[in-house]
């Protein structure tokens, strides 16, 4: 039981790294980021790559990890969605593009990184016994980052000029256009950030539970029934939403068959949509 | 010479409609112009264009003898140009205090806007207490005046306003009359007030123009508006 906590902490902390990324797009843009989970694959091999065939260090394929993400989130907002906002005002039009974004990413994934399943040894190894509960190292040390890096990012958006600029895009954009903020330049921060913050999670979650190319859709759809559950745009929401889906996938997996496990979770998500469509967290933006 | 603002014929369409037909308008440097109107007259669409928010089809736009109209909104502000949006538009999920550092977001001389925060307070005195307060707790009142405050942490040499009094109570409504004055006259800002509450504009500004369909109808000294036939009819209800 303790132990099934801890493992729902830690899964829920990185987690919470993937919603606040799609979520952070989601705000700033309006963009549906459908290649999202694609962009975790990507960090996940970008890591396994530095550190199985470059002999690299694990510092240097997490770092790598997240440069490159930002580079990727950047360039896709500079080089397509911004193009298609500008001349497009369907909503859909985004959608498919991200959704066309995801296949490129996944196939030039399978091109460089082949089709197998690629996991590495722990990080750190060694046991830590803390209250009886058994914790590996190298989870700690996974969790720790993790954690560094949520309470970084949610410092950054609360209490720097940048951070401020980002949430005041979120509600409004024209009037944050106004206050002299080149929303162009926070877009694409905003998308750079958002991709880095999952390509992090997809480097850290690759050393507990190995990556491979076909990965990309689940994790997609986990991060939108994250970001659902808790309340779009809404930064306590994705992570609240990360967490519950952190303690349910856990909790499934430790005494459920395994296929039952998600079944439930979107039997219980579209209850819970129901009856309250706007999330834990989520508030109608005035 | 040139004006201090200027607009020169401006023609501005949304997608195939026209909006705004040859408008042209002048502000002196320290002055308070008012532009009146009824409903889709046309009054946010120029302050609109005047911002770089909807972008002008055909005329000019100058300020300072600079030719601003081709600028992006945020480089407008850059400019010394900052604007109230009508309905407030003030950032309801932020604090107060947050709200007001948005306004002075191209500011880097941080020990002048801290001294900008306390000179808001003494305008509007509620502030102070509402510093850490989210902006969506706050009355309409109170929220126009984070607002008109917002802007002026820009330290704006011309401030754009839309609509203030809309929605407030006569009391507010005076308030914010006293505090456009103040602005004016104490801080030295140049005014374009838009407003339907014409006599309360015409009151407070020097020159006036009045917009029909898109198009300057009247334009004139404030006093003499006041007294012309069809202003009174028409705008004042006399």
């Known amino acids: 039981m303790e132990q099934v906590i801890v493992n729902s902490l830690i899964l829920g902390m990185n987690y919470a790294l993937i919603a606040l990324g799609l979520t952070l797009i989601f705000a700033i843009m309006n963009v549906l980021n459908?290649?999202?989970?694609?962009?975790?694959?990507?960090?996940?091999?970008?890591?396994?790559y530095a550190l199985q065939v470059l002999h690299l260090p694990f510092v240097v394929g997490?770092?790598?990890?997240?440069?490159?993400?930002?580079?990727?989130?950047?360039?896709?907002?500079?080089?397509?969605?911004?193009?298609?906002?500008?001349?497009?005002?369907?909503?859909?039009?985004?959608?498919?593009?991200?959704?066309?974004?995801?296949?490129?990413?996944?196939?030039?994934?399978?091109?460089?990184?082949?089709e197998k399943q690629r996991g590495m040894p722990p990080i750190i190894s060694?046991?830590?016994?803390?209250?009886?509960?058994?914790?590996?190292?190298g989870r700690a040390f996974v969790f720790a980052i993790a954690l560094a890096s949520l309470i970084g990012f949610v410092t950054f958006m609360q209490f720097t000029r940048p951070g401020r600029a980002l949430r005041a895009i979120a509600q409004d954009k024209e009037v944050t256009a106004l206050q002299g903020v080149n929303i162009n330049r926070y877009g694409a921060l905003g998308f750079g950030l958002g991709a880095g913050l999952t390509g992090l999670a997809g480097s850290l979650?690759?050393?507990?539970?190995?990556?491979?190319?076909?990965?990309?859709?689940?994790?997609?759809?986990?991060?939108?029934?994250m970001v659902m559950l808790g309340g779009a745009g809404v930064v306590s929401g994705a992570i609240a939403g990360a967490f519950v889906l952190g303690f349910l996938e856990s909790f499934g997996y430790a005494y459920m068959p395994g296929s039952v496990t998600y079944m439930l979770i979107f039997a219980g998500m579209i209850i819970f949509l129901v009856f309250r469509p706007q999330g834990i967290m989520g508030k109608p933006w005035g | 010479m040139s004006s201090y603002f200027e607009a020169r014929n401006l023609d501005v369409?949304?997608?195939?409609?026209?909006?705004?037909?040859?408008?042209?308008?002048?502000?002196?440097?320290?002055?308070?112009?008012a532009i009146i109107g009824t409903n889709g007259a046309g009054k946010t669409t120029t302050l609109r264009a005047f911002t770089g928010l909807t972008r002008i089809a055909t005329g000019e736009i100058w300020y300072q003898g600079k030719r601003i109209d081709q600028l992006n909104p945020d480089q407008i502000v850059g400019l010394g140009i900052s604007m109230v949006p009508e309905g407030r538009h003030i950032y309801p999920l932020m604090n107060v205090r947050d709200n007001l550092l948005m306004g002075a977001f191209l500011r880097r001389d941080k020990a002048e806007v801290k001294r900008d925060l306390e000179r808001m307070c003494e305008r509007f005195p509620f502030l102070k207490e509402r510093m850490r307060q989210q902006a969506s707790t706050l009355s309409g009142g109170e929220q126009q005046m984070v607002a008109i405050s917002r802007a002026l942490m820009a330290r704006p040499k011309l401030l754009l306003m839309d609509e203030p009094s809309l929605g407030l109570a006569p009391k507010v409504v005076r308030e914010i009359a006293r505090s456009i004055l103040a602005?004016?006259?104490?801080?030295?800002?140049?005014?374009?007030?838009?407003?339907?509450?014409?006599?309360?504009?015409?009151?407070?500004s020097s020159r006036a123009y009045v917009l029909e369909t898109g198009r300057v109808a009247l334009e004139g000294a404030s006093e003499e508006l006041v007294n012309n036939e069809d202003v009174r009819r028409l705008y004042l209800g006399a």
Request: hydrophobic share 55%; proline share 1%; net charge neutral.
């Open chain 2, 183 to 204: 602005i004016n006259r104490e801080d030295k800002v140049s005014v374009i007030l838009v407003e339907q509450n014409s006599r309360m504009a015409l009151k407070l």
């Open chain 2, 13 to 33: 369409y949304y997608d195939k409609v026209k909006a705004l037909s040859d408008v042209s308008m002048v502000l002196g440097e320290g002055d308070i112009v």
């Open chain 1, 62 to 114: 997490l770092v790598a990890s997240v440069v490159v993400l930002v580079l990727v989130g950047l360039l896709s907002e500079r080089l397509l969605f911004r193009r298609a906002i500008r001349v497009s005002t369907r909503e859909e039009s985004t959608m498919l593009l991200a959704a066309g974004l995801a296949l490129l990413l996944e196939s030039l994934i399978l091109l460089f990184f082949g």
């Open chain 1, 205 to 225: 979650l690759a050393t507990i539970f190995a990556v491979n190319s076909g990965l990309g859709t689940a994790v997609s759809i986990k991060a939108f029934i």
């Open chain 1, 126 to 137: 060694g046991v830590y016994q803390v209250f009886g509960v058994y914790i590996p190292a």
């Open chain 1, 34 to 48: 459908f290649a999202h989970g694609q962009m975790y694959v990507l960090g996940g091999f970008i890591t396994y």
